[in-house]
């Protein structure tokens, strides 16, 4: 039973990424003309995004639903623009990368959690949000 958790939490965060990535590239594209080609092929985002999302798998697994959620919802905003600044050297504003990240962090983690909802409250461990009977 674990092996298809953790396989179903692999594909989550992998689709949450892909996703959430040819999004905000696409938007980038759209908006600020930037080069997709360039955004799509960048081994460096691929790995900062990969760990942004693995991180929502990991906030899933030790916090209850909602504080999982809000702290998914930071962490893909902050991880990825602090990393689109500070490595990679972004010549967009801080407020173009907020607002694209702030799509990507909204994409991806309604991608993880569409594709993890199928999994049952009893799988999670002991921190899901119970409802009282």
Known sequence: M???LLVLDIIAVLAGAIVGLFVVDILGWVLFNLSVTGMVASIGRWIIVLLTVGLFAFYYRVLPATGAAIASF????VVPLVAEKIVFGSSLSTTSLTFLYVVFSVVALFTYRFVRAGRKASDLGGKADRTLS
Do not use: A, C, I, L
């Open 2 to 4: 674990q092996t298809r």
């Open 74 to 77: 930071f962490t893909g905003v």
